[in-house]
């Protein structure tokens, strides 16, 4: 761990609290970076990852030096904060860290309350994008909308809403409605949002406040597409975006990836027709065929497969499920799994059954974690057979030694879990294979 993220974990002890009074105080403190800014904004439930890394590939394939801003990250802090392609250095962490955290004392001793952890290092980000001269930078939303820490933009160029589904209920409320109405508060006067929240319910919520604020609505759900073939290396399909016929190969798997592609070009090509952005077709397509994002369906290994995929709600565990049942169709498959006991586990596990009734159930380094055996009760009295690992590791060893009986490994349940198996995998293949 290096110093600046020593001190950045300090402020943790001040929880997460939405709201955005803090979050101005420090970034008017700062000069107010995010004016320099010009914004992508993305939320939602899931996807709201993946369309960002369309987009952030999409533009640095037209010549454009691009900030991305996102979370979790997997294996490194220093994902959270990452421009053409390369995560910030350990020493442009440090150097915008003391100037933030110089900051925020200063906000202390001035009687504001303390920013939370997320809030500083969201102005980190903001900062180094703005010292870094960025062409475009895009901030994938952190919980909620309304009052999540990267809603200081006030004139995005765009903004997007992903599918919305229940999670973070505590927080954003325990209906559709409630989590979208949070979600929406991203939108801007007269700002064009793009949505694909897969729930009419939500739809009506969001152009609700879009007719308010007299923002434009595109709502991309009832587009018109065709999946032209879904392999275990890539989809391509076909859709007509805002009058544009566009044909697109993208090495992201499953069906739902084809939604957040489609979100992601009408993104693009809103940009590219109204002569926001300069960019090509041609940069686009290249640049949905160069996306990567770690850990969404992710195959890490081919001998033996194992895939990774964070399926951490319950929307996403069902989209595991899914893809699982459309490209591995037939196959006996091995499940490692780890979840956060604040989450509907009983709902995810009885997604994950649909996979297979084999389970190594683990625990997760983090203080929310469900036990092992508390999950292996779970999963058990679903219906399915389960072992316990102690951690994830060992979790992962095990399954490894049980490839003669399976066809594959899908690990999924928590981005903490894939994160920490990740960051071992190849490790653990190099040993197990001598």
């Given at each position: 761990m290096t110093d600046a993220i020593a001190t950045i974990s300090a402020?943790?002890?001040?929880?997460?609290?939405?709201?955005?009074?803090?979050?101005?105080?420090?970034?008017?403190?700062?000069?107010?970076?995010?004016?320099?800014l010009k914004v992508i904004h993305v939320a939602g439930t899931n996807g709201k990852g993946s369309v960002c890394r369309f987009v952030y590939h999409s533009l640095m394939e037209a010549g454009y030096s691009v900030g991305i801003y996102s979370s979790p990250f997997l294996e490194c802090f220093n994902e959270r904060i990452e421009m053409d392609g390369a995560m910030i250095s350990d020493e442009d962490l440090e150097k915008y860290t003391d100037i933030v955290t110089?900051?925020?004392k200063e906000m202390v001793e001035g009687g504001f309350d303390s920013p939370t952890e997320f809030e500083v290092v969201t102005a980190i980000a903001i900062l180094y994008?703005?010292?870094?001269?960025?062409?475009?930078?895009?901030?994938?939303?952190?919980l909620g909308g309304r009052g999540d820490s990267t809603n200081v933009i006030d004139l995005p160029l765009i903004t997007a809403i992903t599918s919305i589904s229940f999670d973070h209920t505590d927080?954003?409320?325990?209906?559709?409605?409630?989590?979208?109405?949070?979600?929406?508060?991203?939108?801007?006067?007269?700002?064009?949002?793009?949505?694909g929240t897969l729930d009419e319910a939500a739809d009506e919520v969001i152009s609700k406040v879009a007719l308010e604020k007299k923002s434009p609505v595109i709502n991309t759900d009832n587009f018109d597409y065709e999946i032209i073939s879904q392999t275990l290396e890539n989809t391509s399909f076909k859709a007509k975006i805002l009058n544009e016929e566009y044909l697109v190969k993208i090495p992201l798997l499953g069906t739902h990836q084809?939604?957040?592609g489609i979100i992601a070009l009408t993104i693009l090509e809103?940009?590219?027709?109204?002569?926001?952005?300069?960019?090509?077709?041609?940069?686009?397509?290249?640049?949905?065929?160069?996306?990567?994002?770690?850990?969404?369906?992710?195959?890490?290994?081919?001998?033996?497969?194992?895939?990774?995929?964070?399926?951490?709600n319950l929307a996403g565990s069902l989209t595991v499920a899914k893809t699982c049942n459309k490209l591995l169709q037939d196959k006996k498959l091995l499940q490692v799994v780890g979840i956060l006991k604040d989450k509907d586990v009983n709902g995810i596990v009885e997604n994950l059954l649909k996979v297979g009734p084999d389970f190594i159930v683990t625990e997760i380094d983090n203080p929310r974690t469900m036990t092992g055996p508390e999950l292996k009760e779970a999963v058990d009295s679903l219906g399915g057979n389960s072992f316990v690992a102690a951690d994830p590791i060992e979790a992962v060893k095990l399954a490894i030694s049980k490839t003669d009986?399976?066809?594959?490994?899908?690990?999924?349940?928590?981005?903490?879990?894939?994160?920490?198996?990740?960051?071992?995998?190849?490790?653990?293949?190099?040993?197990?294979?001598?």
């Open positions: 402020f943790e002890r001040f929880g997460s609290i939405l709201g955005l009074e803090r979050m101005n105080e420090l970034l008017e403190r700062l000069d107010n970076p995010q004016k320099a110089a900051a925020a994008f703005k010292e870094k001269q960025c062409d475009y930078v895009i901030l994938e939303v952190g927080r954003l409320g325990e209906t559709i409605e409630e989590i979208a109405e949070e979600k929406a508060g991203i939108i801007k006067a007269d700002v064009p949002v793009i949505t084809v939604g957040n809103y940009l590219r027709a109204n002569d926001i952005v300069k960019i090509t077709k041609k940069d686009i397509l290249k640049g949905f065929e160069h996306t990567k994002h770690k850990g969404r369906f992710e195959i890490i290994s081919k001998n033996p497969t194992i895939i990774l995929d964070g399926g951490h009986e399976y066809d594959g490994i899908v690990i999924s349940g928590s981005l903490y879990l894939i994160g920490q198996i990740r960051r071992e995998i190849q490790l653990i293949l190099q040993k197990s294979c001598k």
